[in-house]
């Protein structure tokens, strides 16, 4: 998936070098001067290939009864390897208020989706850039002609923003010296974010601007390591950061042989999918306690069933499987032939499996038709198909039409190549003992924390958010290892959504209010 965190391959075409194309076109004559006629083509078409390109409008937006005027700046910036060569050229999209005297004070904040491989037309074109792409609550959003709208929850009334697509996604491309190994992993995503940001904020002159980074699903990952990156190579103090469906430790994530740690992660998510659902036979009425009681469960008799394996009486079994019951609408059959444990793939196709649908991942409020009824495990995410489609149209029309940018390119969705998951001598991932293990990145954030014990992060959690499960999160960020001072400093809030809580209209409006509290907050303690 786009923005899902499973540890696979993302292959895409990267462009072609400019240099070949232009010799190719070239007169005979000039090929055959060779010497400084052809030089001079090959430096005029290098140079051509790593050109900046900007391009600067105007506009309005009304929130909350006053009118904001706003400049947009599309455009790429060049980014250059310690030897000083151009490799990559990262687009991003930058709003800035107008209508402030002095900008080098205001809020800025950096923006970023996840994948790895991932655009960032999601949290661009969804939840807080000025126009917003208009999408069918929970449900599959019917074929064009789509509808793009001014988003009154922009943050552009509390900060300027600037969305950033990684290398080898939106416009973002390799060029020069470059190559697909100096981008493509968790510390050389790192490296070009830090260079890109550092740039951006030496050319705006917002050095003394209060600086916070929002990212969402890898996103957060990328946060972590970013953050303490930019404090570290930079001295570039941050105010703040928001984790958006956070995940910092993938193992939380992997269904790995043995380890059982992950279906008690999951185990509340799926209570809260079967009660939306509405599959559970004794629905109970508030959400947010049931939750609770699952959570409750899930890190006392259930943790302590697991514990046993194999050594497990058929009595406890039994219990067991009928509280899991109880929490998850499945029967107790399944659960017991499941042996108590259910990857999230088996409970997608298997919670609504009688009404021949398989439920979202993404979000699990979407549902799509199941092809193969016998199917043990989901086939797919139907959220992608559902909002994918008015995604792509509106932000390629979008950029083309008022942003007056890349109307001869490919703007792509998703990119990359393969990722490398192996962190630097200084990273802080990886097993103990010489081993390897699931990268996990909380200790960047900690440290990012120590380092500047004035940073405030806040951590947004959808309930219906099967791809970073919200219980997981909580374990994480209550095992930092942060000194009791600075643990308060660590915030969570939940909504009554999926991954992209942005999607559910009222969550969007919650979300838009929750961020701009935190950047008061952040910018005037």
Known sequence: MRRGLWLIAIVTCLMAGQSARVR????????????????????????ASTKEE??????????GGHVIPYKATASTILLKSDAGEPIGLMYSVAYTRSDVKDLSTRPISFFYNGGPGSSTMWLH????????VSTTEGEFTAPAPYKLLDNTESLIDKTDMVFIDAMGTGYSH???KGAPNMFYGIDEDMGAFGQF????????GRWNSPKFLMGESYGTFRSAVLGNYLQNRYTMHLNGIVLMSSVLDLSSLTFGSSDDRVYVYYLPSYAAVAWYHKTLKNRPANLEAFIEEARQYAKSDYATALFKGDKISA??????????????GLSEDYLKRANLRVTLGQFNVELLRSRGLTVGRIDARFTGYTRDLLAEASQGDPEGPAVGGAF????????HDELKFGLDKDY??????????????????????GFPGAPNVSGDLAQAMITNPKLLVEVENGYYDFATPFFATEFTMEHLGLPADLQSHVQLKYYDAGHMMYLHDSARTQLHNNIAAFVDRATKQ
């Not at 000039?30 to 430096?43: D, I, K, T, Y």
């Open 24 to 47: 190719a076109q070239a007169p005979d004559r000039e090929v055959q001067q060779g010497g400084r006629g052809a030089a001079a083509a090959a430096a005029a078409a290098e140079g």
């Open 412 to 433: 792509h969705n998703q990119g990359g190549g393969t990722w490398n998951w192996v962190r630097g001598a200084g990273g802080r991932g990886g097993g103990g003992g």
């Open 392 to 399: 792509t149209a509106m932000l390629n029309a979008y950029n």
């Open 125 to 132: 074109m969804g939840a807080f850039g000025p126009r917003r």
């Open 54 to 63: 900007s391009s600067v409008t105007d506009h309005t937006i009304t929130i």
């Open 315 to 328: 009595a406890d079994k039994d219990a067991v499987a009928k509280k899991l019951s109880y929490f998850t």
């Open 174 to 176: 390799i060029v020069g």
């Open 197 to 204: 940001i550092n740039i951006y904020i030496n050319r705006n």
